[in-house]
T-cell receptor, first 113, second 117 residues
Framework: EDKVVQSPLSLVVHEGDTVTLNCSYE??????LLWYKQEKKAPTFLFML????IEKKSGRLSSILDKKELSSILNITATQTGDSAIYLC?????????????FGKGTLLTVNP | GAVVSQHPSRVICKSGTSVKIECRSL??????MFWYRQFPKQSLMLMAT?????????EQGVEKDKFLINHASLTLSTLTVTSAHPEDSSFYIC?????????????FGNGTRLTVT
């Protein structure tokens, strides 16, 4: 059974802090790891990571995949109250021509002013 | 960017009726679409993977006969909740993946809030 584990499950920080969110996985036929930010409605795509060791960056957010450790981290620097959300990690796997996505339980990030 | 349209956004139905939810990829073809269910303050739960032209793959514990999935074309997948009951009330979301030439990733519809009375 494919598993994706995120930690911590929840985190409360002050504006300006830097946070690191973790995602580890145990899956068969790994294709890529994806990070999403979910506020009120549907998740917003942040990053897709396929290759190990290559950092992807978007503004104050960055992420990197470690295929040896079967994990990924999502960093947010200089946090703002608008960063408060659930951050979801998901792993895409494939079997033949079919794809499957397994989500972690998410990290609830609260950024206080 | 890639756009996924989900319809309706909200639906209220009576117990025992069926409800159909549509998921369309507007500007790309998607051979695979995913259907999820979300409970309040929890992560998304993958219900099934919808493959164009073949039967959907359901996750363990998801009733195939209750949640009918049809992926008849490369841009449309539908989820039908049959004989709905109040416990089926939830937020249902679909997603689809464009090809690598569109940057990859998964793109989500805005979800459907189903309320069964």
């Amino acid at each position: 059974e494919d598993k994706v584990v995120q930690s911590p499950l929840s985190l409360v920080v002050h504006e300006g802090d830097t946070v690191t969110l973790n995602c580890s996985y145990e899956v068969t036929n790994f294709r890529s790891l994806l990070w999403y930010k979910q506020e009120k409605k549907a998740p917003t795509f942040l990053f897709m990571l396929t290759s190990s060791g290559i950092e992807k960056k978007s503004g104050r957010l960055s992420s990197i995949l470690d295929k040896k450790e079967l994990s990924s981290i999502l960093n947010i620097t200089a946090t703002q109250t608008g960063d408060s959300a659930i951050y979801l990690c998901a792993v895409l796997t494939s079997g033949g021509s079919n794809y499957k996505l397994t989500f972690g339980k998410g990290t609830l990030l609260t950024v206080n002013p | 960017g890639a756009v996924v349209s989900q319809h309706p956004s909200r639906v209220i139905c009576k117990s025992g009726t069926s409800v159909k939810i549509e998921c369309r990829s507007l500007d790309f073809q998607a051979t695979t679409m995913f259907w999820y269910r979300q409970f309040p303050k929890q992560s998304l739960m993958l219900m099934a993977t919808s493959n164009e032209g073949s039967k959907a793959t359901y996750e363990q514990g998801v009733e195939k006969d209750k949640f009918l999935i049809n992926h008849a074309s490369l841009t449309l997948s539908t989820l039908t909740v049959t004989s709905a009951h109040p416990e089926d009330s939830s937020f249902y979301i679909c997603s689809a993946q464009p090809g690598p030439d569109r940057g990859g990733g998964l793109h989500f519809g805005n979800g459907t809030r189903l309320t069964v009375t």
